[in-house]
C-alpha cells in the first residue's frame, strides 16, 4: 500500500499537533479592517471599520471613501483649502460609517466594531445609535483633537465608563502591546508611524 496513512505526513512522521501561533480572534478581526483600508483612495488616511457580532462572524466592512455615486475623481482628497468646500472632510464617508451601512445582517445591534483609530465623534454617534457595544481600536492618536473629545464624552455617557465590562454598556478597548506586535510581524502595518502606538516607537 503505497502513499501516506490517515494521521500520517508524508514523511512518515507521527500525525502533527494543531498550530499553536495561529492568529487570534481580534487579530484576525483588525487585520481584516487593515486590509479593508487597503481599498481607501485617501491619500493622507487609510482607515478600515470590521464589524463582529456574538458568534465571531464578520457582518460589516467597510473603508473611508466618497458617497456612492459621488466620482472620486471630482470631490477633492485635500486636507486643506481657504474654502472648507475645497477640503476632503464635507464629502469623505469614514470606515465606521461605510461598515455599519454596508452590513448584511438586519442590524448591528450588540456587535463589535474593529478599528485602526479611535472614532470620530461623527462615527460614535452612529456607533451608539447602532447598537454597538464594544469598539476596539489600535491608534488614539488624535486623542486630544475637539472630534475625539467629544466622541470620548458620548461614548462614556453611553456605556457609563469606558473601563466597563459589563454586557449592557458600551466598552472601549484599546489593542495591547502584543496584538500590535503580531501585526508587525504579519506587516499588515504599513506605515508604523501613521498609527502613533506607542508601541511602535520602540518596534
Ligand atoms: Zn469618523
Not at 466618497?66 to 476632503?88: E, Q
Not at 448591528?108 to 481600536?137: D, H, R, T, W
Not at 488614539?140 to 458620548?154: G, P, Q
Request: charged fraction near 20%; aromatic fraction near 8%.
Amino acid at each position: 500500500m503505497s502513499g501516506p496513512q490517515p494521521g500520517q505526513q508524508r514523511n512518515g512522521e507521527a500525525s502533527c499537533k494543531k498550530r499553536e501561533d495561529y492568529l487570534e480572534w481580534p487579530e484576525y478581526f483588525m487585520a481584516v479592517a487593515f486590509l479593508s483600508a487597503q481599498r481607501s483612495k485617501d491619500p493622507s488616511s487609510q482607515v478600515g471599520a470590521c464589524i463582529v457580532n456574538s458568534e465571531n462572524k464578520i457582518v460589516g466592512i467597510g473603508y473611508n471613501g466618497m458617497p456612492n455615486g459621488c466620482s472620486d475623481d471630482v470631490l477633492p482628497w485635500t486636507r486643506t483649502g481657504a474654502n472648507r468646500l475645497d477640503t476632503k472632510y464635507p464629502y469623505v464617508c469614514h470606515a465606521e460609517l461605510n461598515a455599519i451601512m454596508n452590513k448584511n445582517s438586519a442590524d448591528v445591534k450588540g456587535c463589535s466594531m474593529y478599528v485602526a483609530l479611535f472614532p470620530c465623534n461623527e462615527c460614535a454617534k452612529l456607533i451608539i445609535q447602532a447598537g454597538i457595544k464594544e469598539v476596539i481600536f489600535m491608534s488614539d492618536k488624535y486623542h486630544d483633537t475637539t472630534e475625539m473629545t467629544a466622541a470620548r464624552r458620548m461614548f462614556d455617557l453611553a456605556g457609563n465608563s469606558s473601563q466597563s465590562v459589563t454586557r449592557s454598556s458600551l466598552t472601549l478597548i484599546q489593542l495591547t502591546a502584543d496584538q500590535v506586535k503580531s501585526f508587525c510581524e504579519l506587516c499588515v502595518i504599513k506605515s508604523l508611524e501613521e498609527y502613533d502606538y506607542p508601541f511602535l516607537k520602540s518596534c
